[in-house]
């Protein structure tokens, strides 16, 4: 008890809440950027910690990514571009509900579930980090082999109506990423003796063409007279909480038990875990033909997930000092720099710093509501201007993104080819989400299965010798074949239920 106290005293401090204040507004306005990422904004903010000390340091790297992943789907909703990875999975669904003059509702289910989630996932943090991140690192290649394909699945629950034409975006997705000399082998493929290819092809650049520029092109070619945008009023974001809460409790529950176990997996993330809880909301809804129109459920489920993996990213990046994302490696980095030596010396020799973490958590989460409040009306102002005026900022913002993440021309162009691609594939009803999972996991999935059959040398068996791969292995083959499955099931049941 007197450590907590400790912790609290050491929290209120003026400077602490200063720089938690700060870094809340600056991870904002970073995450609300398309290209900007979460990862870019803790990034940029690691100079500045230099000369800070240690709690008011961390709790500016924990206010900022906690923003940055909220403050994505600001853009996502409004304009169909998302602020960073984590919104993608549910950027189609946040701006479809915006052009049917929901807004108001897709932004403060936002708003209210994202902070949820972060509580739930500093609730977990506190409670179960030394037993979670155990079972983390009983995860080998084998289990990131068969959890990576679980997640390429979900491609095909979140591809629409047409499974086939979600397995083409899939596939397109997966191609992207042989590209370059990031494999295994280190083997040039796909490179056509191009030398800016050999490096691959990056995951935002292309996103933002998705997204972002395939949304400008349809604009240039459709009606280039037309003004504002399809909402021009957002009302009251709190309208409907209680509600929300109410009828959504499952999916609120389900998304931040997901995105807390993906968070604590070394190398998952909030990106990962977004994209996960989408699929299994729509794979076990019972309106599925609603998501992709407009659909509330799908957003809760996914906004509550990503928000409750940075909790869970933390619990072995405290424990063991092993990253549970691309933030948490550069908070490590920060940590050491401190002499704050993440570890379980940590928690024995300076509790009251592990209490104050946990404090901070929960001081950024609730400061969420309010700053994350004021963020969404200032950014309505974006639904006012012309879109002959509003297109070409965005297009500017899009260049500067895709410019940023490695200081490169090619970065542009890939923004631009993929833009054609997005627009191709949407105009002929092919949906470009599975394609930006394709890119994400396929590198991962690649990796895992190469080391995976070096250790085992070469037996297909080795992916079923360890429980954990085992049961993951079973559960992914259950999924892919339970669609030839369930017509023999109803068929068998159907004379019982006559008898």
């Avoid at 924990?62 to 996502?76: K, L, Q, R, T």
């Avoid at 108001?104 to 708003?111: A, I, P």
């Avoid at 200081?407 to 923004?415: L, T």
Wanted: hydrophobic share 55%.
């Amino acid at each position: 008890m007197g450590s907590v106290v400790q912790a609290m005293e050491l929290v209120m401090r003026p400077d602490v809440l200063v720089a938690i204040i700060l870094a809340s507004a600056f991870g904002l306005f970073v995450g609300a950027i398309p290209g900007l990422t979460a990862t870019m904004a803790i990034a940029l903010l690691v100079p500045v910690t230099f000369f800070m000390d240690p709690l008011p340091a961390i709790g500016a790297m924990i206010a900022c990514s906690a923003m940055a992943i909220f403050a994505g789907d600001i853009p996502a909703a409004l304009l169909r571009i998302p602020g960073t990875p984590a919104s993608a999975a549910y950027a189609d669904e946040a701006y479809a509900m915006t052009k049917n003059g929901q807004a108001d509702l897709s932004l403060g289910s936002n708003l209210l579930f994202s902070a949820i989630g972060g509580l739930f996932g500093t609730a977990v943090l506190i409670v179960a980090a030394p037993t979670l991140a155990e079972i983390a690192l009983q995860f080998s290649s084998f289990e990131f082999f068969w959890l990576c394909l679980l997640g390429l699945t979900c491609g095909v629950f979140i591809g629409g109506n047409n499974p086939i034409k979600g397995l083409i975006s899939l596939f397109l997705g997966l191609l992207v990423a042989c590209v370059g000399l990031n494999n295994p082998a280190g083997v040039p493929r796909f490179t056509f003796g191009n030398v800016d290819l050999m490096g691959g092809i990056d995951f935002i650049p292309a996103m933002i063409g998705l997204f972002a520029i395939s949304e400008i092109i349809r604009y240039l070619i459709s009606d280039i007279s037309a003004v504002g945008t399809p909402q021009e009023v957002i009302g009251n974001l709190f309208k409907g909480w209680g509600t929300m809460i109410r009828k959504y409790w499952r999916q609120q529950l389900r998304g931040n038990i997901t995105g807390t176990i993906v968070g604590i997996l070394p190398g998952a993330g909030a990106d990962i875990a977004a994209w996960v809880s989408y699929a299994i909301s729509k794979r076990f809804s019972k309106t599925p033909e609603k998501f992709g129109k407009g659909h509330l459920e799908g957003i809760v489920e996914s906004t509550s997930s990503n928000n409750a993996a940075l909790g869970g990213a933390w619990v072995p990046a405290l424990v063991f000092g092993i990253p549970g994302d691309s933030i948490t490696a550069i908070v490590i980095g920060v940590l050491f720099m401190k002499n704050m030596n993440p570890g379980p010396t940590l928690f024995l020799n300076h509790p009251e710093q592990i209490y104050a973490v946990f404090v901070i958590f929960i001081i950024a989460n609730l400061l969420m509501v309010p700053l994350g409040w004021a963020a969404i009306k200032g950014s309505k102002q974006i639904l006012r201007v012309p879109r002959h005026i509003l297109m070409p900022c965005i297009l500017m913002f899009c260049i500067v993104g895709s410019f940023a993440i490695n200081n490169a021309i090619f970065g542009i162009v890939i923004m631009l080819a993929f833009g054609v691609v997005g627009f191709l594939m949407e105009e002929n009803d092919i949906p470009v989400a599975p394609a930006i999972l394709g890119i994400v996991l396929g590198p991962m999935v690649e990796q895992a299965f190469v080391t995976s059959m070096i250790k085992s040398d070469g037996a297909a068996l080795g992916f079923f010798e360890r429980p954990i791969a085992a049961g993951l292995g079973v559960v992914t083959i259950f999924v892919w074949i339970s669609p030839f499955l369930v017509p023999f099931i109803k068929r068998a049941l159907r004379p019982a239920a006559q008898a």
